[in-house]
């Protein structure tokens, strides 16, 4: 959801197995720097939001076209039953992962 100012509310498929799912939900502010080649993108930290999600894309021109590097790190906050915490982690971890391997796979194909 575009907030305005370069800011964005990302709400991801819900992710987990059968009963134990989860939503990660986070808010970004994008910056561009052209001289640099990259968009970066900082958390805003509102208060719906369950995860702190920062990255960068480092666009460096080459022969054909472009390279596109991405760089993500993220805290997700997942409210669960201490008792289930250590089963519940390595899920959406793995779950989380391949919801970002979708993401560039998806990016790949519309960049040709």
């Known amino acids: 959801m575009d907030l305005g100012d370069d800011r964005w ?61 991405l760089t993500t790190d993220g805290l997700v906050n997942v409210p669960a039953p201490q008792i289930l915490a250590g089963a519940i982690k390595p899920i959406v971890e793995h779950e989380f992962a391949q919801q970002i391997d979708a993401f560039i796979s998806n990016l790949k194909k519309a960049l040709g």
């Open 9 to 69: 509310r990302w709400e991801l498929q819900p992710i987990g197995v059968k009963s134990i799912a989860h939503q990660v939900i986070y808010s970004v502010q994008y910056i561009y720097e052209p001289e640099a080649g990259c968009i970066t993108w900082t958390p805003l930290q509102a208060d719906t939001d369950n995860a702190d999600i920062q990255g960068l894309f480092t666009i460096t021109p080459i022969e054909s076209g472009c390279e596109i590097k």
